[in-house]
């Protein structure tokens, strides 16, 4: 059986040519990467159609593929993505200032359900990330907001820190998602203190993102159980790390962690 791919999210690489964002990418290991199709990127949202392809096209000479795109929802996105080859556009869903949490999950199902037949137009697949914050967080929420779409187009991508921030444990994140599940993210965080420890101060707390080793997800139990269940899509590191100056040095320790995990854990299942 071929090993589970993995993918890389290019965010914090926006200067490097084309060429050279091949050529990093395969020096780290990597199978594919999920793009940021954004201004000042390779490729420009404005000029998706051409960018995009030409992109996928240079990557391809260093046996990497695009598997994914974070971008906007524009008809010209699905667009490029389907001449360019890729098969799932990522998105993060945000309540609107001075909504409710139930009214948002209502604006949320409208606009899913317009973008259903762009979906089914472009082949091209529509996956939605948990995000700490005031917009879908948990994965039962997640799950809630994706209820009645048909998962082969629009689907759920389940992010270990995320879920981790929200207190879940993987197993039972996961089994919530499991119906509606395209892509699984792999980075990991915890909550940190950042105001003085005082008797009369409200404690204040913010995520740091951190090796895979040092967060509040547990890779292995993830990757464990979503092997177990017979997980066959894209296992993609998103390279967030607090500390920005030492994402190189952390991505590629965790991405070989990573390829051990999966090794290890197929071999064991297979």
């Known amino acids: 059986m071929k090993p589970l791919a993995l993918s890389v999210f290019t965010k914090p690489w926006k200067d490097l040519s084309p060429d050279e964002l091949g050529e990093q990418t395969r020096r780290l290991g990597f199978d594919a990467i999920e793009f940021p199709l954004r201004a000042g990127y390779q490729a420009d949202p404005e000029f998706a159609r051409r960018d995009l392809p030409r992109l996928a096209k240079t990557l391809a000479q260093y046996d990497l593929a695009i598997a994914s795109v974070a971008s906007d929802t524009r008809e010209e996105t699905f667009a490029a993505c389907q001449e360019a080859g890729v098969p799932l556009l990522r998105i ?19 606009e899913l359900a317009r973008l259903l037949p762009l979906c089914e137009r472009y082949q091209v697949k529509l996956g939605v990330q948990q995000h700490i914050g005031s917009g879908v967080f948990s994965s039962m929420e997640l799950r809630h907001v994706l209820e009645g779409f048909d998962p082969h187009w629009i689907g759920a991508i389940w992010d270990a820190a995320h879920s981790a ?88 320790q965790d991405a070989a962690y990573l390829r051990d995990l999966r090794d290890s854990l197929s071999e064991e299942e297979g």
């Open 165 to 252: 921030l929200a207190g879940e444990l993987p197993e039972q994140a996961l089994d919530i998602l499991w119906d509606y599940l395209l892509l699984m993210n792999f980075k990991n965080a915890y909550f940190a203190r950042v105001n003085p420890d005082g008797p009369d101060e409200q404690a204040r707390f913010k995520p740091v993102f951190t090796p895979a080793r040092q967060g509040a997800a547990d890779w292995r139990r993830a990757l464990t159980y979503a092997i177990k269940r017979g997980y066959r899509g894209v296992l993609c590191m998103p390279a967030e790390y607090s500390e920005t100056d030492r994402v190189l040095e952390y991505l590629a």
């Open 92 to 110: 993060m869903l945000g309540t609107p200032p001075g909504a409710g949490y139930l009214e948002a999950e209502q604006t949320w199902k409208r």
